[in-house]
């Protein structure tokens, strides 16, 4: 793992944030957040320490950057999602699944919503919540949008959360699969990307 992710976990704890915002801000899993939180800055003294556990640090600042790029691959990310069916709302898991659900949201015509995972809740009994801010989703057939997928447990979550609330999730769409994974709890995962370990 590089320096600079070390610093950067570390510089984010130091302003707040918790670990799955550390892993949501660098796109890394919360195991790879937390092992980055607990190393050393000091090269000398984290020779020592255990081995970072096997991820891949994902940076699409230069997408992120840009409105137009974001644009486009919304767009690329909205076709996938429509080979499922017409969606009533979109769903963007806070924080970085947001601007591509609102571009998608737009391109589509559907309704937006969020979605608050557990990883960013500090309550000990917390559950993810969806925003009472916009769009309901009860009832209704919704896509679920972010843009890493490591472990899949936060879409899981979502997914979870909304066939309580009686909505109907037709797909999930990320940026990023670091995991393969093809579907959850019976629904559809598109990615745009798909990241492979070869070995």
Known sequence: MNE????????LRSRGFTTGEIADELNVSKDTARWLILQEIDQKKRDKQD??????????KSLGGSSVRMKYVSAAMADMALEHGEPEVIVGITVSGIPFATMM???????????HPIKHR??????????????????????IV????????????AIKVFKELGAEPLAAVVLIDKKGINELEGVPVESLIRVSRLG
């Open 146 to 157: 972010d843009d890493v997928i490591t472990s899949g447990r936060t879409i899981k979550e």
């Open 122 to 143: 500090k309550e000990e009994d917390a559950r993810g919540a969806v925003s009472s801010n916009f769009a309901s989703v009860q009832g209704r057939r919704v896509v």
């Open 51 to 60: 081995k970072a556990p096997l991820d891949f640090a994902i940076n699409w």
């Open 105 to 115: 949201a737009d391109i589509i015509e559907a309704d937006i919503s969020v979605f």
């Open 4 to 11: 600079k992710l070390i610093k950067s976990a570390h510089e």
